[in-house]
């Protein structure tokens, strides 16, 4: 995963040290951006009730690190860590929204529902919005 991040544009990312219950996410060196990842059997055979338990602890995490953007990244049953770029990553609405179009001021009391979309598709995201570093093609078109 962290190879994977390294690739699409976060060279600084690494496996965070467990912090306990000030839980500040899985991979650290991607400021402003908490990554939660889950992998194993769990996350392959993870329930919309438990993605949902996920998001709500992303959140947590996002709030403890006092990040912008919280990602919950899912293994994919017959996916491996060498294509994690095509796990799933779950983001928000709001979140997503707020990634295309920063200046779209967002109510408090629109819906803010899970959004599943491929973890190379958000780092995309991450990188257009000003997150990472540009890949070498994006340099260069820019």
Known sequence: MVKTLRIHGFPHAERR???G?????????CPGIVFEVKGGDAARNASDAQIAAWM???????VNARAEV????????GVGAQNAHRWW?????????ALME???????????????????DVTQLLRWAGY??????EAVAS
């Open 132 to 137: 990472g570093t540009p890949l070498e093609a």
């Open 17 to 19: 040290a467990l912090a």
């Open 56 to 62: 709500v602890e992303t959140e947590v995490e996002r």
């Open 70 to 77: 919280g990602v919950l990244v899912v293994q994919r049953r």
């Open 102 to 120: 920063p200046s779209i001021a967002l109510f408090d009391e629109a819906p803010d529902v899970p959004v599943r979309l491929l973890l190379g």
């Open 89 to 97: 990553a779950h983001i928000t609405s709001r979140t997503l929204t």
């Open 21 to 29: 219950c000030q839980d500040l996410g899985d991979i650290t060196g």
